[in-house]
């Protein structure tokens, strides 16, 4: 890695401990305005102190992230496919690497479907996007995006992330499975989690990420299960406290619980 490749991935990738909390704010590429991120400023802000860093598309970064901020930026560049269009496969590179820099982006992300009708197009889309990134010494997140009819088992997410690897991405985002450990001993560069759908209850938030870390995980990329969540600074600072503190499940859920109340109180005081 050259110099300025390793400096944008130690803002991503903590060099203290190797981890990261990535807060995923980027559904609306697909999804349109998803539920609780609807207007992203106003999820954003809140949560921005807390976060690593921030991945989203450049339309809602300029629109509502403010430019004095010093979040790194993950920048999702893949997309052009919606929930209600033909294939979610489909996707194409969306934004130039000079937009990209313009943007000051410190990593680039895009989504593979491996498996898919579209799997060749989203492979070469990585290959391409690693060789611009190698080119201006950015790195890249390959997001091992699930089609419908896949089985998100660790034979699935262990495929789909050593070829992520392998076409050179820096760093992967898949999903917890059973036997993760052999999805993160089967991939060359660390691997990080989705949270995927909102969970039932609070603590399943944080028993999904402490057993991701235990099991080899270098951090989260999650969005749902923080900004859905009733109390999302709380949660933010739970996961976190599991990322980069190490906390157990019990130290964690005790400690949400704490932040939960001082968040209720804020949110009361500025109504
Ligand atoms: C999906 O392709 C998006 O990149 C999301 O950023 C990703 O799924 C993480 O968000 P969540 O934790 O809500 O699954």
């Known amino acids: 890695m050259d110099w300025g490749m390793k400096n944008r991935y130690s803002r991503i990738i903590k060099p203290d401990d190797g981890r990261c909390v990535m807060l995923a704010v980027d559904h609306g590429y697909f999804l349109g305005p998803t539920e609780k991120l609807e207007v992203p400023q106003r999820t954003i802000k809140p949560l921005l102190p807390f976060a690593d860093s921030l991945m989203l598309t450049r339309g809602v970064l300029r629109t509502s992230v403010n430019p004095s901020t010093n979040v790194p930026i993950v920048l999702r560049v893949s997309g052009a496919t919606s929930i209600v269009g033909e294939d979610l496969s489909k996707e194409t590179i969306t934004t130039s690497i000079e937009d990209a820099i313009k943007l000051n982006a410190s990593c680039l992300a895009l989504s593979i479907f491996v498996g898919s009708k579209y799997e ?148 009361t005081i500025a109504r």
Request: net charge negative; hydrophobic share 40%; glycine share 8%.
């Open 120 to 267: 060749h197009q989203t492979l070469a889309n990585l290959a391409s996007l690693v060789d611009h990134g190698e080119k201006y010494g950015i790195p890249v997140l390959a997001v091992t995006a699930v089609g419908k009819e896949m089985v998100r088992d660790s034979r699935y997410l262990g495929l789909a992330c050593r070829i992520a690897g392998e076409l050179g991405a820096h760093l992967v985002k898949t999903y917890y499975c059973e036997n993760f450990e052999k999805v993160v001993e089967g991939c060359p560069v660390p691997v990080i989690i989705a949270g995927g759908k909102k969970l039932e209850k609070d603590i399943d938030v944080l028993e999904l990420t402490f057993n991701a870390i235990t099991e080899g995980a270098a951090g989260v990329d999650m969005g749902r299960n923080i900004w859905q969540s009733e109390y999302p600074v709380a949660m933010i600072k739970a996961v976190r406290s599991i990322v980069h503190e190490n906390f157990s499940v019990k130290e964690a859920y005790d400690f949400f619980v704490k932040e939960k109340k001082n968040e209720h109180k804020n949110t």
